[in-house]
């Protein structure tokens, strides 16, 4: 199986209250960001069999944008494992759940992705590792016996470079005489 683990996009500031902070949509800078990691994934060629998000507000934009714009068609489902207070065990069921897909796109959360990710890793360490999740962040993992393997991490920065890069006009510069 191949995993991608989507850390949501910006979402502004956080609230206090918390019923409030769960229903916060993602900002300007959010939507834009999905829509070129979206942008890239399309060039890389990479096609989703199964989105899974977490139900809070932002993650099920961020989900969304990137279904849309990757040419996914079924309904994205809705996990508590994949919540703020959820727990490692509650993710480790999600992915047994969805053992049969190819290609699993979650989004969801830090500190819980980060903590996942690093369980996946390294799954019997005392200390699992340590791999930074921006907002927007998207790591791919390959799951098969033993430890994940990491296969690629895209950082908002890399994305951005990515996107500017391939959106760039192809049209020649001529001197006018």
Same mark, same amino acid.
């Given at each position: 199986?191949?995993?991608?683990?989507?850390?949501?996009?910006?979402?502004?500031?956080?609230?206090?209250?918390?019923?409030?902070?769960?229903?916060?949509?993602?900002?300007?800078?959010?939507?834009?960001?999905?829509?070129?990691?979206?942008?890239? !994934?399309? @060039? %890389?060629? &990479?096609?989703?069999?199964?989105?899974?998000? +977490?139900?809070?507000? #932002?993650?099920?934009?961020? *989900?969304?944008?990137?279904?849309?714009?990757?040419?996914?068609?079924?309904q994205i489902l809705h996990s508590n494992a994949l919540?703020?207070?959820?727990?490692?065990?509650?993710?480790?069921?999600?992915?047994?759940?969805?053992?049969?897909?190819e290609n699993l796109l979650v989004v969801g959360h830090n500190p819980n992705l980060t903590a996942f !990710?690093? @369980? %996946?890793? &390294?799954?019997?360490?005392?200390?699992?590792? +340590?791999?930074?999740? #921006?907002?927007?962040?998207? *790591?791919?993992?390959?799951?098969?016996?033993?430890?994940?393997?990491?296969?690629?991490?895209?950082?908002?920065?890399?994305?951005?470079?990515?996107?500017?890069?391939?959106?760039?006009?192809?049209?020649?510069?001529?001197?006018?005489?």
């Amino acid at each position: 199986m191949n995993l991608f683990i989507l850390r949501h996009a910006s979402a502004g500031t956080r609230r206090a209250n918390p019923l409030l902070d769960t229903r916060r949509p993602l900002d300007k800078d959010g939507k834009r960001h999905c829509l070129q990691l979206a942008h890239v !994934l399309n @060039a %890389l060629d &990479v096609q989703f069999d199964l989105i899974v998000s +977490s139900p809070l507000k #932002r993650s099920l934009q961020t *989900a969304s944008l990137i279904g849309t714009e990757t040419g996914y068609e079924a309904q994205i489902l809705h996990s508590n494992a994949l919540a703020p207070a959820a727990a490692l065990r509650d993710f480790q069921n999600l992915l047994k759940e969805c053992s049969k897909v190819e290609n699993l796109l979650v989004v969801g959360h830090n500190p819980n992705l980060t903590a996942f !990710l690093g @369980a %996946l890793l &390294v799954p019997a360490a005392t200390a699992p590792a +340590s791999v930074r999740l #921006r907002k927007g962040s998207l *790591a791919r993992l390959s799951l098969t016996r033993g430890p994940a393997t990491l296969q690629g991490l895209l950082d908002p920065r890399i994305v951005r470079a990515l996107y500017a890069t391939s959106t760039k006009s192809s049209r020649r510069k001529t001197s006018r005489k």
